[in-house]
């Protein structure tokens, strides 16, 4: 089962455990990304998404069928947050469940280090003093 | 023929808007287009990578451009 979902209210670690949960699953593998309070010392009063809605979509959606071809995933789940976040708070949840665990970590991974050059998402980092779009120079 | 194009992320700072239409000849195709926009906007150039998508898909040099199409620029992207 593949569960993609971009939101705009605040993300639950809770019910992506929950729709990942499976009798034939031995492992789980969770990653949570979290608004971090400062880039290179600087910092960071508060992060603001935006996303080209329909192809983030399908390119999650992507993400998660290649994960499924590659790794016996029995479901997998990823969530992306969109609008303004505060310190701390969770922009993105990726939930994966397998039989053994050493493939939910391999998926997981995947998952989001593909999700951060793949997906049509964008996030400004707010300083006191500026904003600026992450990594968009060189 | 005129395209519409949508902008996002630092493209939308540089065109000064989130749409905009933009003239190029028919049966240019994506690589032509990147051309001209990077000859109208100069600070394109600057970027790290600038993809564009064509219906949701994200398109090669060669794909030609027909009217209808929803052009959407992508600069890199840093969701996560």
Same mark, same amino acid.
């Given at each position: 089962?593949?569960?993609?979902?971009?939101?705009?209210?605040?993300?639950?670690?809770?019910?992506?455990?929950?729709?990942?949960?499976?009798?034939?699953?031995?492992?789980?593998?969770?990653?949570?990304?979290?608004?971090?309070?400062?880039?290179?010392?600087?910092?960071?009063?508060?992060?603001?998404?935006?996303?080209?809605?329909?192809?983030?979509?399908?390119?999650?959606?992507?993400?998660?069928?290649?994960?499924?071809?590659?790794?016996?995933?029995?479901?997998?789940?990823?969530?992306?947050?969109?609008?303004?976040?505060?310190?701390?708070?969770?922009?993105?949840?990726?939930?994966?469940?397998?039989?053994?665990?050493?493939?939910?970590?391999?998926?997981?991974?995947?998952?989001?280090?593909?999700?951060?050059?793949?997906?049509?998402?964008?996030?400004?980092?707010?300083?006191?003093?500026?904003?600026?779009?992450?990594?968009?120079?060189? | 023929?005129?395209?519409?194009?949508? !902008? &996002?992320?630092?493209?939308?700072?540089?065109?000064?808007?989130?749409?905009? /239409?933009?003239?190029? *000849? %028919?049966?240019?195709?994506?690589?032509?287009?990147?051309?001209?926009?990077?000859?109208?906007?100069? !600070? &394109?150039?600057?970027?790290?990578?600038?993809?564009?998508?064509?219906?949701? /898909?994200?398109?090669? *040099? %060669?794909?030609?451009?027909?009217?209808?199409?929803?052009?959407?620029?992508?600069?890199?992207?840093?969701?996560?």
């Amino acid at each position: 089962m593949i569960d993609i979902q971009l939101l705009h209210t605040p993300l639950q670690v809770e019910k992506c455990l929950k729709r990942v949960r499976h009798p034939a699953a031995g492992g789980i593998d969770i990653f949570v990304g979290t608004v971090r309070d400062q880039t290179r010392g600087k910092k960071v009063v508060r992060l603001e998404f935006e996303s080209y809605e329909p192809m983030a979509i399908s390119e999650m959606k992507k993400i998660a069928e290649r994960a499924t071809e590659k790794w016996p995933i029995q479901n997998i789940a990823i969530h992306h947050r969109v609008g303004t976040l505060e310190i701390g708070e969770i922009a993105v949840i990726i939930a994966v469940s397998t039989p053994h665990r050493k493939a939910s970590f391999e998926a997981c991974q995947f998952a989001i280090d593909t999700l951060k050059e793949t997906v049509p998402i964008w996030k400004k980092e707010i300083f006191e003093d500026g904003e600026v779009w992450v990594a968009a120079h060189p | 023929m005129k395209v519409h194009i949508l !902008a &996002f992320g630092i493209t939308k700072d540089i065109v000064g808007g989130s749409t905009f /239409e933009f003239q190029i *000849e %028919e049966g240019s195709n994506v690589g032509q287009l990147k051309k001209h926009l990077q000859q109208q906007y100069p !600070a &394109f150039e600057d970027l790290a990578s600038l993809a564009i998508a064509v219906n949701s /898909e994200y398109a090669s *040099e %060669e794909l030609v451009i027909k009217a209808a199409d929803e052009i959407v620029l992508i600069p890199p992207v840093s969701g996560g």
